[in-house]
């Protein structure tokens, strides 16, 4: 459990996201739990990410709320993906590549560091993976595809990125089967449990709660277009330079793909049914995924996370191509699996040996102390308030006035009588002055960009 509670190593990415968005991740889940209802403020971004929500409300009801009980589901949902590939693909890939392409996932750099925090990108990929598999079964039909529409479904109001991989994802699928009846029933299935999905997220969410939903969209960062040509090939250009350290925290799995994928190229031939429809769903849910990621203009490393999945399997796959032809030679293709499967894994490994070695796990103490220090049905405003008081039996808010989420004089509105924050006073402080000036220091503690401090006003 002490593994589970490291904080988050720093240095990985430019964001202070692994300092934030746990605790916005969760805090509708954590409401819930504790409040019997998803928010108690503007802050309603189950909408969005509802599987998510749903999972983490079930779980912490059974096993309570705090950072390592939330955390510990996401490591759960990691390692069903890997299985779901592992053992889903195993007809495909065969032992050897089911098995080099699940090393070469569970070792990803990438996928060890956001793997164990409360994050999204866990389970959109695990949606995406048990969609792949029901997709390129031997023989698909409408009810399968059916299924895999669902999963896709989930994937996207578990993070609504993860629309454009599906739909790379469904179009390789669509392209590479297209002659074969069974597969084209099949992505008419995958529509239809999409379009069937999407009707009861808005029947459920969207109609009855516009006005949350209008907010919820103010909450994500903007991500506009480039206005020409050239500014879109500058954003094009410039990822290699500016990927947070996505493309050096990926490089092993992004050359492994590309050199599966220049097999499969040459090899192609030989390919069966079943796997050109895997080469063809894995290499179009990276591109298009990929592609929308080189185009906007905020893209932290932990966006490339559910891309990675499609790069081990292109891996898998090639290997698996040129095992075949060397079948009779099985202990030199053991070896030559287990040699690449330790230089795709070891560099991952290596680096979470030394981010889990060299952090401290602070916060599980800091919010059992903040718990102990603000009294039940208190409120506490702040950014970090629901990472850092999670366990707290009060109200948590996330105050952006510029966005018009939870705006206004909170003092007197919302009765805020603790404030977290790294030195900045609230927006309302103005209205309050002599409340704010005999505010009394409760707490400082070293967390993301800084120290954040508790106080309490009178």
């Not at 597969?183 to 449990?193: H, I, S």
């Not at 939903?213 to 090939?233: C, G």
């Not at 990675?308 to 202990?331: C, N, Q």
């Not at 070896?335 to 894994?345: E, K, M, R």
Request: glycine share 10%.
């Amino acid at each position: 459990m002490s593994a589970v509670g490291v904080d988050p190593a720093r240095g990985v990415t430019a964001s202070t996201s692994p300092y934030t968005d746990e605790g916005w991740n969760v805090v509708n889940a954590r409401d819930l739990v504790m409040f019997g209802s998803w928010a108690t403020d503007d802050w309603r971004m189950y909408i969005l990410n509802f599987p998510f929500s749903a999972l983490e409300a079930a779980w912490m009801a059974a096993v309570g709320v705090g950072i390592v009980q939330a955390r510990l589901l996401v490591i759960a949902c990691g390692a069903v993906a890997l299985g779901t590939l592992g053992i889903g693909l195993r007809r495909q890939l065969g032992g050897a590549g089911a098995s080099l392409a699940t090393a070469a996932l569970a070792g990803s750099a990438l996928l060890l560091y956001y793997g164990r925090l409360a994050y999204l990108e866990p389970l959109v990929m695990l949606w995406l993976i048990a969609a792949l598999t029901l997709l390129v079964r031997a023989r698909p039909s409408l009810a399968t595809g059916i299924v895999a529409g669902i999963a896709l479904a989930l994937a996207i109001a578990t993070k609504a990125s993860a629309g454009f991989a599906a739909a790379g994802l469904l179009g390789g699928v669509a392209v590479a089967g297209w002659r074969d009846r069974g597969v084209r029933r099949a992505v008419l299935g995958a529509v239809l449990g999409l379009v069937a999905a999407a009707l009861a997220w808005a029947i459920a969410f969207a109609v009855p709660n516009p006005a949350a939903l209008a907010t919820d969209l103010r909450i994500w960062a903007p991500e506009p277009l480039p206005h020409s040509v050239v500014a879109l090939v500058r954003r094009i250009t410039s990822y290699a330079g500016r990927s947070d350290g996505g493309i050096p925290l990926a490089l092993p799995l992004l050359l492994a793909g590309a050199a599966g994928l220049l097999v499969v190229l040459v090899r192609h031939a030989e390919l069966t049914a079943e796997q050109r429809r895997l080469a063809a769903a894995s290499a179009g849910w990276f591109v298009v995924g990929m592609g929308v990621l080189l185009v906007v203009p905020y893209r932290p490393n932990r966006y490339l996370v559910p891309l990675l999945p499609p790069l081990a399997v292109l891996a898998g796959l090639g290997f698996a191509l040129l095992a075949r032809r060397a079948a009779e030679r099985r202990a030199l293709v053991m070896a030559a699996g287990l040699v690449l499967a330790v230089a795709l894994v070891a560099p991952g490994v290596v680096l979470q040996l030394g981010w889990a070695t060299t952090t401290p796990s602070t916060l599980p103490a800091v919010q059992a102390r903040i718990a102990t220090l603000v009294p039940a049905g208190s409120v506490i405003q702040g950014d970090l308030a629901p990472v850092l008081a999670m366990q707290a039996r009060a109200t948590t808010i996330v105050s952006r006035p510029a966005t018009s989420v939870n705006p206004g004089d909170l003092y007197e509105t919302r009765g805020v009588r603790w404030v977290l924050t790294t030195g900045p006073a609230p927006q309302w402080a103005a209205l309050h002055p002599a409340a704010w000036a005999a505010r009394t220091r409760e707490l400082c503690v070293s967390w993301g960009p800084g120290e954040t401090c508790l106080y309490r006003l009178p």
